[in-house]
């Protein structure tokens, strides 16, 4: 089992940057494509970035598509998110998990869910 802590939300204002950490337990991390999500106030969680084990394949969500770039360290078993460019709609719950296989945008092909980082833009 991976357990997941995610770092490095806070308040922003629009047009700045954060850089989001998830920081993995477990000998395993490296074998697994991991992915970040998002639950907006009232909204459904949405799926954000995601990045194969070894960094090769990426998927981005249409409306973080050049400004989020999402990359990860295998020997210091973290993932991380760096968004540019924020806007008031990136103001969210952010999650990072865990995947078997390539990279998916599919929430259900996910497990080992972090607790979550709040990030909040500021117009």
């Known amino acids: 089992q991976v357990q997941l802590v995610e770092s490095g939300g806070g308040l922003v204002q629009a047009g700045g940057s954060l850089r989001l950490s998830c920081a993995a337990s477990?000998?395993?991390?490296?074998?697994?494509?991991m992915g970040w999500f998002r639950r907006a106030p009232g909204k459904e969680r949405e799926f954000v970035a995601a990045?194969?084990?070894?960094?090769?394949?990426?998927l981005y969500a249409h409306p973080v598509k050049g400004r989020f770039t999402i990359s990860r360290d295998n020997a210091k078993h973290t993932v991380y998110l760096q968004m540019n460019s924020l806007i008031p709609e990136d103001t969210a719950a952010y999650y990072c998990?865990?995947?078997?296989?390539?990279?998916?945008?599919?929430?259900?092909?996910?497990?080992?869910w972090g607790q979550g980082t709040q990030v909040t833009v500021s117009s």
């Open positions: 990045m194969s084990w070894n960094g090769g394949r990426t």
């Open positions: 998990a865990t995947a078997p296989g390539f990279p998916t945008s599919h929430q259900g092909d996910y497990f080992n």
């Open positions: 477990g000998r395993t991390f490296s074998s697994y494509a």
